[in-house]
């Protein structure tokens, strides 16, 4: 079964230094249909306004990756670390029993834009950790890049979770395949551009459901950003 999520129907908050859309049930919004899909949880679509950005709050027991899409993101946490994220890496931050955090847009002119995207772990109060990797653009160029997964096979990032995340990048020609699990679920967001997706076309912000399905065919893009996750049903 394939089913589509258009950009416009994410909830949506203003609150001046963010401009938030939320693909689930997320702080003000709620609905009850859109809740989470398997063990994924959360994906923002941020954009922080110049020299502001979130303050130092707390999470627990949550996986937490930032794909910086514009500009770039400065991170500091209570177990020691701090980084800039930049377009092309990917963050991991396992929360586990708890840590503090904070993200800022250091730049006095530009609008820092990435996805924040939270996964539920498969065990409860982990020490939390953190991880981060540059997936450099020719990595990504017409296919899908493994990014993240529970046994950081093939260079990714270790997910503390039974899910993965490949990224891609296609424009024309460039067609990726690949083939899923029937019993697990699958789930894709085009972070920008156009794409094709199993013969739907989808846009910036757009997302698809895939469960029970075979294969992923990627197609017909027009500088389309992709991630694909790989979910416990």
Do not use: C
Request: no cysteine.
């Amino acid at each position: 079964m394939f089913t589509l999520r258009r950009s416009a129907e994410r909830g949506h908050a203003d609150h001046g230094w963010l401009n938030s859309y939320h693909s689930f049930s997320f702080a003000d919004y709620h609905d009850p249909a859109h809740m989470g899909f398997g063990n994924l949880r959360v994906i923002n679509e941020d954009r922080i306004a110049p020299g502001t950005g979130f303050g130092t709050h707390g999470h627990r027991d949550m996986e937490i990756i930032s794909y910086v899409l514009e500009g770039e993101l400065a991170h500091r946490d209570s177990i020691g670390n701090g980084a800039f994220i930049r377009p092309g890496e990917v963050q991991r931050m396992s929360a586990g029993r708890g840590i503090l955090h904070s993200e800022y847009n250091h730049a006095p002119a530009t609008t820092t834009h990435f996805l924040q995207i939270w996964i539920l772990p498969d065990e409860r109060g982990l020490e939390p950790s953190y991880e981060q990797k540059m997936f450099p653009a020719e990595d990504k160029r017409g296919r899908l890049r493994l990014a993240a997964s529970p046994d950081a096979r093939e260079g990714s990032v270790k997910l503390n979770a039974d899910a993965s995340m490949y990224v891609g990048l296609f424009d024309g020609a460039e067609r990726a395949e690949l083939a899923l699990d029937r019993r697990r679920l699958t789930y894709v967001h085009l972070a920008r551009g156009e794409l094709h997706v199993n013969g739907h076309t989808l846009h910036a912000g757009d997302a698809a459901k895939l469960v029970e399905e075979d294969r992923l065919v990627l197609e017909q893009g027009r500088d389309a950003e992709v991630l694909v996750f790989d979910l416990a049903p």
